[in-house]
């Protein structure tokens, strides 16, 4: 191992993890990222090996659908690696059609959140190891009009797509706060982005309206390299990680949904998924 800073970035094809992944390259991050698509994946690492840069690049299969996928990847991860500086948590859904993870998750809960949750808690002893550590979750301002209960049908129940990618996004900034409040979490720097309202794939329309709604969006939605300035922000800079904000955007911090403040709740939806999960991979063992 050498002296560069170990980056693992999900969902780094396109959009923000794909501006990101460029801007970490440049600065000379060794990448490990973690994508469901092989050939996606290998041009990306072409074209980052092609940039005038010093980072170093590795490739590793991820699917966030399929837990046996994050637990493999997991577990590459900590046999092969003395060490893992950051984890930036990127990769997301926005699931149009009614679709589901392999365990039965409704797709954006399932990949936004469960997946995002497993693969951060089994890679956690390991960032702890390091004492400078950070994980880093891109969240997004839908967190605000998700509405979290815990109910035994909550993963696998379709609400609708806008509403399913708000509460995985409001789960997400649960499970950080809950990650950054925690004792035993206290030499790591734990924070979610707020990258603004970014104009990405998720946004894309099949119908003429929609095409042409689609030309509106990209004139008044971020870029995603303008989203992504915040992430590398905090990765590489030391201005917010003093602070007891958990998410922030590029100038100030943001306040936090009532729900995420409230740590009795906290801790029953983060039993209720450690339960679900658990639930999934013990069928799959029987």
């Not at 299969?61 to 637990?71: A, F, G, N, P």
């Not at 301002?141 to 815990?150: D, E, F, H, N």
Request: net charge positive; aromatic share 10%.
């Amino acid at each position: 191992m050498n002296d560069k800073t170990y980056t693992i970035l999900t969902g780094a094809t396109s959009g923000i993890g794909y501006e990101t992944a460029k801007k970490l390259y440049l600065k000379g991050h060794y990448l490990i990222l973690g994508n469901r698509n092989p050939e996606k994946a290998k041009a990306l690492k072409e074209e980052l090996l092609g940039l005038d840069g010093d980072g170093c690049v590795d490739l590793l299969k991820l699917d966030l659908s399929s837990l046996v996928s994050i637990r493999e990847f997991a577990n590459k991860v900590i046999n092969d690696y003395d060490k893992i500086d950051i984890l930036i948590n990127n990769a997301g859904v926005f699931s149009r059609k009614l679709s589901y993870t392999i365990e039965g998750f409704e797709m954006s809960k399932g990949v936004n959140y469960l997946g995002t949750y497993y693969l951060t808690e089994l890679l956690l002893d390991k960032l702890r190891q390091n004492d400078s550590a950070k994980i880093i979750m891109v969240s997004s301002i839908g967190c605000y009009w998700g509405k979290l209960k815990v109910s035994p049908d909550f993963f696998n129940k379709r609400k609708n797509s806008f509403l399913d990618y708000f509460n995985s996004k409001i789960a997400n900034l649960v499970h950080t706060t809950e990650l950054a409040s925690s004792p035993a979490n206290s030499s790591l720097i734990i924070k979610a982005a707020d990258p603004g309202v970014v104009f990405s794939r998720i946004w894309k329309w099949h119908t003429r309206f929609g095409r042409s709604l689609e030309k509106i969006q990209k004139k008044i939605m971020k870029t995603a390299e303008e989203g992504s300035r915040i992430v590398v922000e905090l990765v590489t800079a030391d201005k917010f990680n003093k602070s007891d904000s958990v998410f922030v955007q590029m100038k100030k911090p943001r306040k936090l949904p009532k729900k995420v403040l409230n740590s009795k709740f906290r801790k029953e939806f983060l039993d209720f998924t450690e339960q679900t999960i658990q639930e999934h991979i013990n069928t799959k063992k029987t």
